[in-house]
């Protein structure tokens, strides 16, 4: 058989292949996903518009294997951290926060602010960690929190230092899950303005008193790998720690630093 038909043969083959209970137990994963407080059985095959019977099965083994739990007070499911542990340990998430966790625990310490850091999953931004400021009052973003790519801080850094073809192909996946343009030119212009500042910083638009601030990690070859932001807080009676500025300087070394320990150097 020559080379197209090898070709051939593979498309049939991925074409014709299927596995029904991998693919509900993808459905049930993703299900779950957008619902914390967990689920009953009944109440995921209403929504999959699957048969009881068809669930069940596949839910115990999930549970068995340690990536469904059920809560003992409701019988309600939910994803366990095996998920979470697992993207850890095969994707480059695992070297990103050993080396930007004990940055980040210093950086809360140093400025009494919290910090996250943001990477591409999708057409969204995802928290992958987290570090609270040490004080008794702080604002800060839950682990596996969704961060909107085209509007959020973090997710402007993302683009504006991601590859052309890379922002592209992001930008065309959020229009895809949206439906909808996203006034590429306006944005444009926006990340434009971040790359020749080689920073975000910005009032948010959902927490008042809070202004976001964002900067680049990177790794070996100038990828862009993740965007490290502060929430700064801005209490009424002045207290906290260091300005905005000076948590823009702090946060500047900090993200230099692991940027450096993922094998950056900068021109």
Do not use: W
């Not at 922002?167 to 439906?179: I, Q």
């Not at 790794?219 to 207290?239: H, K």
């Not at 300005?243 to 900090?254: G, M, P, Q, S, Y």
């Amino acid at each position: 058989m020559d080379g197209e038909g090898h070709k051939r043969e593979a498309r049939v083959r991925r074409g014709s292949y299927t596995a029904p209970a991998l693919e509900k137990a993808f459905l049930i994963i993703e299900l779950l996903a957008s619902r914390p407080q967990g689920m009953l059985i009944s109440e995921m095959a209403t929504a999959l518009g699957r048969s009881l019977g068809e669930l069940f099965r596949i839910v115990v083994v999930m549970e068995e294997a340690g990536y469904l739990e059920k809560s003992p007070a409701d019988d309600r499911y939910r994803v366990t951290y095996k998920f979470l542990d697992i993207a850890y340990r095969a994707t480059p998430a695992r070297r990103l926060t050993a080396a930007a966790l004990p940055e980040m625990q210093a950086l809360a310490l140093t400025t009494g602010q919290s910090c996250h850091l943001v990477v591409v999953e999708g057409a969204d931004g995802l928290v992958i960690a987290r570090e609270e400021n040490p004080g008794t009052r702080g604002f800060a973003l839950r682990m596996g929190a969704s961060i909107d790519l085209v509007t959020s801080c973090s997710g402007k850094v993302l683009l504006a230092f991601a590859a052309a073809t890379e922002a592209g192909r992001l930008l065309d996946r959020v229009e895809l899950v949206r439906g909808s343009p996203i006034g590429r030119a306006g944005l444009a212009e926006d990340l434009e303005q971040v790359r020749a500042a080689g920073y975000a910083l910005r009032e948010s638009p959902i927490t008042r008193g809070v202004t976001d601030i964002s900067y680049p990690i990177f790794s070996f070859g100038g990828t862009c790998m993740a965007a490290l932001t502060v929430p700064f807080l801005e209490l009424i009676d002045g207290s906290q720690s260091v300005t905005i500025k000076e948590a823009r300087l702090i946060l500047a070394e900090t993200a230099t630093r692991i940027s450096h320990q993922l094998g950056h150097q900068p021109e």
